[in-house]
């Protein structure tokens, strides 16, 4: 059973709709984060925070838009994307942003858009 | 700007051999974290072995194990007696602590297929 929970597993939406992805972390983090895994290319670090306050946005348009509550849940609410934006979508989660301590990871979001 | 290199886009063993996946990096760091990733097929990033730099002492863990060259920027991964499950891409990932946050650096993986 995974600590990190993303929903959905899959999700097909049209350029001009709106929607989000979750991510739950049962772990007791505090630091969050958001990575695009496109296919054959490195996963790309998109947002960092800690304690729920955003730390790193890597330059990450503005139709990716992040929220942290709490250090418990992680949304990426999506809007107007593009059809480079399909990739799988992965939240992570560790003890803090400035631990050693290595990340987990939940199972992506795989986004396709039409 | 911290990179990483993994050279070999695919591999393939038989069962029950040896297999080893390179990977280097670049940096200037002095002080790092090094990791590997398994990711198998529809199923999650899980970590296999971590190293610190300050560490001489390779890691180890069951069949997994790395070869650290610190002076020649190369972490690879050692998979004993590879199984089947095994099969999966893995990851080489960097990071520091130095700029105040945990950012890890992937490299493009290594797609790992175990044939029985």
């Known amino acids: 059973e995974t600590g990190v929970t993303q929903t959905p597993r899959h999700l097909v939406m049209g350029m001009t709709n709106k929607k989000s992805l979750k991510c739950e972390q049962h772990?007791?983090?505090?630091?969050m984060y958001w990575y695009k895994q496109s296919a054959k290319k490195p996963l790309e670090l998109m947002f960092v925070?800690?304690?729920?306050?955003?730390?790193e946005n890597n330059s990450v348009p503005s139709r990716f838009s992040p929220e942290c509550p709490n250090s418990s849940h992680l949304f990426l609410h999506l809007h107007t994307l593009q059809p480079e934006d399909s990739a799988l979508y992965l939240c992570?989660?560790?003890?803090?942003?400035?631990?050693?301590?290595?990340?987990?990871f939940g199972d992506g979001t795989r986004l396709s858009i039409l | 700007a911290q990179t990483v290199t993994q050279s070999q886009p695919e591999m393939s063993v038989q069962e029950a051999e040896t297999v080893t996946l390179s990977c280097t990096y670049d940096?200037?760091?002095?002080?790092?974290?090094l990791f590997w990733y398994k990711q198998p097929p529809s199923r999650q990033m899980i970590l296999v072995i971590r190293?610190?730099?300050?560490?001489?002492q390779n890691a180890t863990e069951n069949r997994f194990s790395v070869n650290f060259q610190k002076a020649a920027k190369s972490f690879s991964l050692k998979i004993s007696d590879s199984q089947l499950g095994d099969t999966a891409m893995y990851f080489c990932?960097?990071?520091?602590?130095?700029?105040?946050?945990?950012?890890?650096?992937f490299g493009q993986g290594t797609r790992l297929t175990i044939n029985p």
């Open positions: 992570a989660s560790s003890q803090d942003r400035i631990s050693n301590q290595p990340q987990h």
């Open positions: 772990l007791g983090h505090n630091a």
């Open positions: 925070y800690n304690f729920k306050e955003q730390t």
């Open positions: 940096t200037s760091e002095s002080n790092y974290y």
């Open positions: 190293q610190e730099a300050y560490k001489q």
């Open positions: 990932a960097f990071m520091n602590l130095l700029q105040g946050a945990q950012k890890l650096v």
